[in-house]
T-cell receptor, first 115, second 112 residues
């Protein structure tokens, strides 16, 4: 597609379950970001992937959170043993990289509700 | 990357110009100023960016002070659909080599 695609758009889960959130960046974009946005809050940086370099995981809030990017394209954010405080909208964004304008293209987000 | 400071909220009457300020006093010489906005329940959307010259596009104008320590995003004729949270960030472009941190932005309310 033309834009960043995220799935699922909505996910309701029970406390203690694992969840996976998927991001399909724009084709050819070399960098990918995950952010979290809790209700009424700003965007909280989670993790950043750039090409084949080691990801910047400095924003991950705990070891229950992990992410991978396969083949330099699709990324999956995994939250293990979910807690109620994990409820938020998880946003993915990609950047073209070299030759681009530096503009971040965001997906519509995955809304996670932990009961 | 440099931190930014924005007012928490602003109001603007429909049809008037909305002027949203941003302070970035620690900006480096190679850092650009970017503006994004987030309409309720949607992902953030790019508006405009600049280095030191003023910029204009179909959405907005960006005025950067000569010392580059602050900038103003101008929506020349605000409409109700411009009600959103506006984020100002600074970063090196197009290098995407590090985490980008968004603050809480300015919540703009356009009133009839």
């Amino acid at each position: 597609g033309a834009g960043v695609s995220q799935s699922p758009s909505n996910k309701v889960t029970e406390k203690g379950k694992d969840v996976e959130l998927r991001c399909d960046p724009i084709s050819g974009h070399t960098a990918l970001y995950w952010y979290r946005q809790s209700l009424g809050q700003g965007l909280e940086f989670l993790i950043y992937f750039q090409g084949n370099s080691a990801p910047d995981k400095s924003g991950l809030p705990s070891d229950r959170f992990s992410a991978e990017r396969t083949g330099g394209s699709v990324s999956t954010l995994t939250i293990q043993r979910t807690q109620q405080e994990d409820s938020a909208v998880y946003l993915c964004a990609s950047i073209r990289g070299a030759g681009g304008t530096g503009e971040l293209f965001f997906g519509e987000g995955s809304r996670l509700t932990v009961l | 990357d440099a931190k930014t400071t924005q007012p928490t909220s602003m109001d603007c009457a429909e049809g008037r110009a909305a002027n949203l300020p941003c302070n970035h006093s620690t900006i480096s010489g190679n850092e650009y100023v970017y503006w994004y906005r987030q309409i309720h329940s949607q992902g953030p959307q790019y508006i405009i960016h600049g280095l030191k010259n003023n910029e204009t596009n179909e959405m907005a104008s960006l005025i950067i002070t000569e010392d580059r320590k602050s900038s103003t995003l101008i929506l020349p004729h605000a409409t109700l659909r411009d009600t959103a949270v506006y984020y100002c960030i600074v970063r090196v472009a197009p290098n995407s080599g590090y985490a980008l941190n968004f603050g809480k932005g300015t919540s703009l309310l356009v009133t009839p």
